[in-house]
C-alpha cells in the first residue's frame, strides 16, 4: 500500500465481514513506520466496535486524509479527527456509496439518482461535507437534468485497493462467503477497484480444496482477488466463533446456542413505541425496520404472533428471520434470504418497502428530520435517506426527548418522572436528513410516534393526532417542543394496549448477544 491511496473496505457494525486482521496489520504498520499515511477510506455501513476494531484502526492523525464514509458512530476516534478538522469527513447514504462502488466498477459515469436531493447530500446543500476541512475540498456530486427532471450524479470512485472478507476461498482464490451472516457489498468493493486497476486483498478463515468450495457459493471470482489473508481465528461477528443459524444453514440447531441469549421484548419508552408502531403494520407488507428503538417492534410482532404474516428486510441484505438486535442489529438467526446490501438498496429505491420504521434525532416543524449529525459529532445518515425516500410510507420512532428521560408505564398510563435534558422537536432540524416537504409533495404518509405522542405530516405541518392516557397536553407536550403543532380536530388518546404495566414478563422472544445493549 502507497501512501495516498484510496481504500474501499467492507463490514457491518458488529462485525459482520470485517477483515480486521488485515486492519490490524495496516495500523501496526502505520505506528511503526509513519505508513502508509494520507489514505483516502470509503466504507458504506459502520465498522467497528466502537473501541479498537474496524474503522478505529484507521483513526490516526496522518493516516487518513480524507474519510467517506456512511455511518460513523462505531468509530469515535474518527469521529474525533472530523470533529477536529484533522481530516476531511464526507458523509454520504450508505446505499449511495455501495451502489457507486458497483456502477465506478462497471466504468459508468457514477451513480445517478434521486437519493439525496433535497437533503444534506445534495450538492446544492453540502453534498455531504461534515465538516470545514470537507467543505474546502472537491465536491463529490453534481446535480444533473435528465428528461427534465433533476438527480444527484455521485461521481465515480477508483480505489487502489479493496480489503474484503469471506468464510473461506479455494486455491484459484475464489471467495465464499457461506457461513457469514451477510454478504454486504463485497463484491462492488472488489469490482471498484480491480476494474480501476488496483489490488484486492481477501482475509478469510481458512483456504479450501476446489472440490470444497462449490462454484454456488463463491461471492467473488479469483480473477479479482490478488492476496489472500488466512487468519484461522476471525469471528463471525463480534460475538466471537460462527453461528450458523445467522448464515441460513437449515442444519443449524433450532436455536443459536453459547453465544446467544434470549431478546427481551423492549420495555419502558421504547416498548410503548415499539406497540404503538406495530399497530401501523398490515399482514402481506413489505417492512422495513432501522436500527434503534424500530429493532424492537421485530419483538412485539413475534409477541403478537404476526411476523409470519409480513416480508421483513433490513439494509444489510437480510429477508425474514430472527432480527438481532442491540450491537449486532443487522444479522438474523434463520434468515429466508441473504442477498447483497447492493441488490437490497436497489429494491428500496424502487420502492420495493410498503412501510419502513426508522429513528429521529430531530424533527422540526416540515416534518424534516435529522439523524446524522447529533451533538458535536458526525454520525452518517447510514441506509436511511435511502430507505424513507424509497419507503411508500414511513414511521419515525423515537423517544420524545433525549438524555436523562425517565417514564412509567402504570396500568395503562404514562407517567413522565423526569424529562429528557435535549429536546428532539426542534425549529429547524441541524441536518435534513429526511426532507419533509419532498414526501408530501409525492403523497407519502409520514408518522412521528414518540411514548406519549403521535404526530402525521399535514398541509400544515406536523399535526399531534393522538396524545398518552395520563400525559398533560399542554405542559408536557406543547410547552416541550420548539415550535407549536397543529392539532387534530379528532385528537384520539393512544391504545391503552401500548402501555403494559411489565412487557418484559411474556419472557424472552427471537436473539440478543450476551453483552449488548439495546440501543
Known sequence: MRDGDMIAITGNGGGMLEADAVFAALEARFLKTGHPRDLVLVHALGVGDGSVRGVNRFAHEGMVRRVIGGHWSWSPRMQALARNNLIEAFTLPAGVISTLLRESGAKRPGLVTRTGLNTAYDPRNGGGAANSAARAADPLSEIVILGGEEYVRYLPLHPDLAIVRGTYCD?????????EAGDLDAYAVALSA????????????EIRADSACPARLV?????????VVVDAEQPQTHAGGYELSLAGFPG???APK???AGLSLPTGARAVIARRAAAEIRAGQSVNFGFGIPGGIAAILSEQDRLQGIWLTVEQGIHNGQLIDGALFGAAAFPSAIMR????????SGGGVDIAFLGA???DASGNVNVSRLGQDV????GFVDISQGAKAVVFCGTFAASGLAVQVDAGRLNVNREGSIPKFVKQVREVTFCGHCALKQGKPIMYITERAVFRLTEQGVTLVEIAPGVDLQSQILDQMAFVPAISPDLAQMDASCFVTDPSSAGPVGLLPEGAAHA
Open 341 to 348: 446490501s447492493t441488490d437490497q438498496f436497489d429494491f428500496y
Open 252 to 254: 443449524a440447531a433450532e
Open 219 to 227: 461471492q467473488i471470482p479469483g480473477i479479482f482477488v490478488d492476496q
Open 379 to 382: 454520525v452518517g445518515p447510514g
Open 258 to 260: 453459547g453465544k446467544f
Open 361 to 363: 434525532g430531530e424533527i
Open 194 to 205: 480491480k476494474n480501476a486497476g488496483g489490488r484486492v486483498v481477501a482475509q478469510v478463515r
Open 171 to 179: 486455491a484459484q482464490g475464489n471467495l465464499s462467503c457461506a457461513e
